[in-house]
């Protein structure tokens, strides 16, 4: 178990007409536990700079995917810039929550809900031989024989971009690394390129289709010149 | 004279070196150097609603500045949490003695700042919150 520590300390003298002095301590525990979170993303810089007439787009600093779902997640932003005027406008998935000006920081919880995930199940089938190929999202697979459930153990054995797999006797089963609404599964089944010589399949058999995630962490810059936010995330 | 915010990240052994942030930020005007100058000052509720209510309602004159919100869960059961929430989209829960400070743009009269005592019940007792709003806005906030 990891000790993690956060502390605020708000203070000023002259905001009120009592001075105003507060702390608060507390560690970072697992959701409704007493135990230390312990993993980290570890503390980053993202840089963000666009040409000058082009738009300034989101970037997306961490997916939902990236920790536990109505977790005791926090995430630390700092915008590391020097002239007041420029900010980032930090967004839980559609919904601005705040500008953060040059020094400005904040430390928030983060429920990190999330899609579901696309998956679809293609099975290998009829006559293949040693040389027949099979492709799909950047991945070439050459059969080494004819045997159905080979292929799919040599598909399962390589590493795809955007998707993890799994395997079953001749079915081999997709999902996406991350979840989405974009219809990706109904574009995946027709990406598929076979060239074999016999008579060989590999039709889907099933598909799910995902849902959009609901609570990326995004950021837009105000400017388009370089900028960069310090950031860290704690989550289960 | 000004505001300050103060954070202290440290821990020997989350990572394989030592976490020790320690960041300072002034509570300024947007775009500006003035010190932010308007304060709720901190206040405290007691929590016993499962449902969403409102903390801080936002204002159309604090659209796109720079406010920033302190809110402290000062429960002592490390089960009981509120789930914090800006117009329906929610951002996170704070659990026993957590807190969090962020920027809040009120884009809209719709941005409230809302919070419910997700898992509370007759038999877990009240949830303290503290919370105070730092800001620029040009009308006064409703409070809770």
Known sequence: ?236 | MATTATLTLTSADIAGDPVNVSKTATLTKAGGTSNMDQSTGLNRVHLRETTNVVLLGAVAGGNDLAGKVYIINKATDPTLYITVTINAQIIGKLYAGQWLFMPWSQTDTAADIEIAATNWSSTTGDIPVEYCLFHEDTKILPDA
Do not use: C
């Open chain 1, 1 to 236: 178990m990891a000790t993690t520590i956060a502390t605020i300390s708000l203070t000023s003298t002259d905001l009120l007409s009592s001075a105003l002095a507060f702390t608060s301590t507390n560690p970072l525990n697992t959701a409704g536990s007493a135990t230390g979170i312990t993993q980290t993303s570890g503390l980053a810089r993202t840089t963000t700079s666009y040409s000058g007439s082009g738009v300034i787009e989101s970037t997306t600093l961490y997916r939902s995917d990236d920790a536990t779902a109505n977790g005791a997640n926090k995430v630390y932003l700092k915008n590391l810039s020097t002239t007041a005027a420029e900010y980032y406008t930090v967004f839980i998935d559609e919904e601005e929550m705040g500008r953060l000006y040059a020094g400005d920081w904040a430390f928030f919880p983060w429920s990190a809900t999330s899609g579901t995930k696309e998956t679809f199940i293609t099975t290998i089938a009829s006559t293949w031989a040693a040389g027949d190929t099979w492709e799909f999202d950047g991945i070439e697979v050459v059969a080494a024989n004819g045997t159905v459930n080979d292929i799919a153990a040599q598909i399962d054995a390589k590493h795809f971009p955007n998707w993890t797999t799994t395997v079953s006797g001749a079915a081999v089963t997709f999902t996406a690394r991350h979840a989405m609404d974009a219809g990706t599964v109904v574009t995946a089944t027709a990406d598929v390129v076979i060239d074999t010589a016999g008579s060989g399949t590999a039709n889907v058999s099933s598909a799910a289709m995902g849902t959009a995630t609901e609570s990326d962490i995004m950021i837009i810059p105000s400017v388009h010149t370089a900028m960069t936010l310090e950031h860290m995330l704690f989550h289960e």
